[in-house]
Each structure stands twice: as C-alpha cells, then as structure tokens.
C-alpha cells in the first residue's frame, strides 16, 4: 500500500523539505541507538531485546547503560505496532530502574523500489513510571539498497505532552550503513548525531539474519561500538540486539 501524497516525485521532494524544515536542535532518549527501516512484512511478530552499555573514564558517563525488551506485530503491510514492556536505565553513579513502556508504530509509506529511496513513518508515545510527562517522538524513515549495499536515514522529533510538559521539541538524527557478504554477516557504519548535546557519534557494527530450520522465523543480532567523534559523546557505546521474526 501506499499513501497519495507520495506517489509522484513531488509529493516525496515535499516530505523531504518538510523534515528539513522542521529541524531543530535536540536531545535523543539515552537508548535509542537504533536506525529504524521503514519496511513492514505483513503478519510478522516480533521479540526484541536490545540495549547499550558505555565505556568511558568519565564520571557523568562511565557505566551509564540501558535495555528495553519489546513484542510487535504487523497487522497489514504498511502497519506495524510496538509494545515496549520494560525500558531499564542505569545512570552514572546510580542504580538502575524501570522507567516506563512505550507504545510504537511504525507505517510503511512506499513500496520497496517505488521511488528513489523507499520511506515510511515512525510515530511512538512513551509513558513514564511514577508520573510525569510523557515523550511522543515522530519522524521520517528512509532507506535505499543499491546492490549488496543498505543505506538507512532516520530523523526523529520528540517533544513533551501532558502535565510538566517542557514543550520544547528535540531533534536527533541517525544513518546505518551495511554491506552484505551474506544474509549472516552484514558490517557496516552507524552515525548518530543529539545536536542539543552537541553529542555525536560513529563507529563499526555487525548484523545478519538466520532463518530457524524448521520454523516460520529468523533470528537477527547486531552488535557493534560506537565512538565519541567530539568530547560531548562518551567516548565508547558498545550496542547490542538480538531480535526473533515469526509468522
């Protein structure tokens, strides 16, 4: 399925100018070190557990880490919803807790090789334990394959809603690079920039995917190592997840 509004190449240049547009500078949530696809398979269910862990000499960084495990299902092919059961976050110096679910949707707006790049739409509200406001976070997702090579682009908005709510909108953007040797072994590059944190970072990781014999599923990882571009970022994010895919 696809939306009206993208099916000629001026309606997708405009959703490209309204995300330039609406850039601003902004903080990203400490555990979103993911770059989303904007893909959808129809039917297919999710388990995800994926989390980071910093490496670094310094006290406001060194043993910060988080983990969030999530169930998803696509109920179409260009619907796909999230439920993040439990999100833990440990702090520097601090110990760690649960700090809330999040209920996330992803919409496939084009079809794979429709366009120049193929898109969709992330779109997810976070509920915190204890009270407070909660986070709605927004954006486009881009991803284009030429060949072997995956490139994928995501900018994501996030702003504040309900009592205490700051309303100032954050912005974050991130980039996954891959190659594939195989459908098992996938290096590559990711980016991500927190401009409010003048905070970026960039390093090397790994991914595949192994269907299950005998099974309707696959199971997919991705490790890798993040590293402080400028003295903002910590200076080491190692990153993992493993992820399993059935119908």
Known sequence: MTFSFLRSSRGTGL?????VSLAAAGRARADDFIVYSPHVI???SEIELRGFNVADGRGTYDGERAAEL????AFNGW???ELYLAEYEREPGAGGKLVGYEFENTFQLTEPGQYWADFGLLASYGHPNGGGPGEFEFGPLIEKTVGRFDHRINLIWEREVGGGASHKTEFRYSYAGTYA???AFRPGI????RPDDHAYQAGPIVAGEWHVPNRRGNVEYRFGVLLG???AAPRRT???QLEYEFF
């Open 42 to 44: 129809a039917t297919q």
């Open 229 to 231: 571009i400028n003295a």
């Open 15 to 19: 959703l490209l100018a309204a995300a």
């Open 238 to 240: 190692w990153v993992a």
């Open 190 to 193: 990711e980016a991500y920039g």
């Open 70 to 73: 999530s169930v998803a299902h």
């Open 79 to 81: 619907w796909k919803s």
């Open 181 to 183: 040797v195989t459908s």
